[in-house]
């Protein structure tokens, strides 16, 4: 039986399972929350465009979105000496879709949970984490803050049949398998040395090599390679599901490549620099229970009154000597029209393309060619551990091959008290377009029950974990229909252009763009060094 029809046979197994024994098991409690769709639609649908403003608000700068960008570009301005701002967020809290929350009293991640330690090509980055005392330099040389790193075991595979250390499938493969992870880890080394791949992406030129697999899908490229080994591209598809929502077959050979080049490369196990015969562990990784929360949050607090929730953005217009920002605000359901001399716009490209009136064309032509991938973070609490079986011990982050969803990281992964009890696990399932998923993501993300959710993780989960339905109490789950730009073969080239001085600040008139979309795909570093830029550029 090949793997794949084994765990199709598992999972079928453990809802059938599920479904005979559903009477003699605890109650599951649940539902949607995180993310008001209603007020998102409302703005889709132009509902609230009709309606006049009933009061009229000035401030010098408004931020419209309140999710990692512009939180940056709202702190860019403090450090410019510019306190006179006001920043809208459409949900009830800011982060965007690095938000964290609360389940039974425990905390845990909405969406991003983790941030690389940076390069120096992510100065303003560093700069962040300096202040928030995560980085600090010691004899000379710059150290991170251990207890918010993230604690060793890192990361662990369940492959046939038992857990294994690493994300790449090493156990029981053949030498087949392993000289292609060696080739491919000697090609992603030469092509990280003959062009420039960079976090953020706006601190290099896009040279004709790198348009070159711009123009590629992923997955073609890697036939014109010779990498055919099932569980090499098992893994590569992996990360491309995990980075930007879609598969190999959809997403470019730049930004595949682009995943190890910019950052630690690929290692082979076995290889000079891992050690052992096992795949290494990431490199350094920050995270906390309530992943990236723990980031935006601090990023908020000194915002005050300055942070306005709950504002739908309808319309954003440059009018004479300054612009015009239109917000229905979902407390007193009323539209209020803020007055400034400048906006920042830290929406995804897709809405500011709606609420801007004449749309720049630069705006409009990336709103034209950006594709999303929607995603699903559902949080599970446990009332006690988990039974393992054999291999790897438990890990922050904990994969099952061949499935639809990412795995599931721990929130007490982190915490120093070793006592065994309850927790709450995140399970990561994108649904943008893969082998896995052919269907439309997005429909399918607002049609299907929380149920439907809550069965496709319990039945994928309970392979390895066969008391999950036992243990769980309760499952919440957040939707997000556009949650990554999806980096598609030309995007790049569409979107970017020759002169990185031109990349890092986009503006129109009276108006600047800042949002991991102008990059083409959906990280903190990006999205924080855009918000970073556009505010520095506000004088």
């Not at 995180?34 to 639609?41: P, S, Y």
């Not at 990360?239 to 595949?256: F, K, L, P, T």
């Not at 601090?298 to 929730?309: E, I, K, M, N």
Request: hydrophobic content about 40%.
């Amino acid at each position: 039986m090949q793997r794949r029809d084994f765990l199709g046979v598992a999972g079928a197994a453990g809802a059938l399972a599920l479904a005979g024994c559903e009477a003699s098991l605890p109650p599951i409690e649940g539902g949607f929350t995180g993310i008001d769709v209603a007020r998102g639609h409302a703005m889709r649908d132009g509902a609230l465009k009709s309606q006049a403003p009933a009061a009229v608000k000035r401030t010098r700068v408004v931020i419209a979105g309140g999710g990692v960008a512009g939180l940056a570009a709202a702190r860019a301005l403090r450090l410019s000496g510019i306190e006179d701002f006001a920043l809208l967020e459409l949900e009830d809290t800011p982060g965007g879709n690095a938000r964290g929350g609360i389940v039974n009293g425990i905390a845990c991640p909405l969406g991003a949970h983790y941030l690389p330690v940076p390069n120096d090509d992510a100065r303003e980055v560093q700069d962040l984490l300096e202040e928030f005392g995560l980085r600090r330099r010691v004899a000379g040389r710059w150290e991170y803050d251990e207890r918010n790193l993230c604690h060793s075991p890192q990361e662990r595979l369940f492959f046939r049949g038992e857990w294994q250390d690493g994300l790449l499938p090493v156990h029981d493969v053949g030498e087949s398998t392993h000289a292609q992870y060696r080739k491919f880890a000697q090609q992603m080394d030469a092509l990280q040395h003959a062009a420039h791949f960079a976090i953020p992406t706006l601190k290099v030129a896009v040279t004709p090599e790198l348009l070159a697999l711009d123009a590629l899908p992923f997955e073609r490229w890697l036939d014109s390679e010779g990498f055919s080994d099932a569980q090499l591209r098992w893994y590569l598809d992996y990360c491309c599901r995990d980075d930007y929502g879609a598969g190999i077959e959809q997403v470019s050979a730049w930004a595949g490549i682009h995943y190890f080049a910019s950052r630690h490369g690929f290692h082979a196990p076995g290889s000079s620099g891992s050690g052992s015969d096992s795949t290494p562990e990431r490199d350094g990784v920050l995270t906390w229970p309530e992943g990236n929360g723990w980031l935006t949050q601090r990023l908020a607090a000194p915002l005050g009154d300055r942070l306005h929730t709950g504002q739908v953005v309808t319309r954003i217009a440059e009018m004479r000597g300054g612009v015009e920002v239109d917000a229905w605000d979902a407390a007193s359901k009323s539209v209020v029209r803020w007055q400034a001399e400048r906006c920042i716009v830290a929406l995804p490209v897709f809405i500011a393309a709606r609420v801007v009136e004449s749309a720049p064309a630069v705006l409009a032509n990336a709103a034209a060619h950006v594709r999303y991938a929607p995603w699903l973070v559902a949080n599970v609490h446990l009332r006690g551990p988990l039974a393992d079986r054999a291999g790897a011990a438990p890990s922050w982050d904990n994969v099952v091959y061949g499935t639809r969803g990412l795995g599931y990281v721990d929130a007490r992964h982190q915490t120093l008290d070793p006592t065994p009890r309850g927790t709450v696990i995140s399970w990561y399932r994108p649904l943008g377009p893969s082998r896995y998923d052919a269907a439309d993501g997005r429909r399918l993300l607002q049609g299907r029950p929380w149920t439907g959710w809550r069965d496709e993780l319990l039945a994928e989960l309970s392979v390895p974990h066969s008391d999950l339905p036992a243990l769980a109490t309760r499952i919440e789950i957040t939707r997000y229909g556009h949650a990554m730009a999806i980096p598609t073969p030309g995007l790049l080239a569409r979107i970017g252009t020759a002169d990185p001085a031109q990349r890092g600040r986009i503006a129109a008139g009276r108006l600047s763009f800042a949002h991991a979309d102008w990059s083409g795909y959906s990280i903190f570093e990006e999205a924080f060094t855009r918000g970073h830029v556009a505010g520095m550029g506000v004088s």
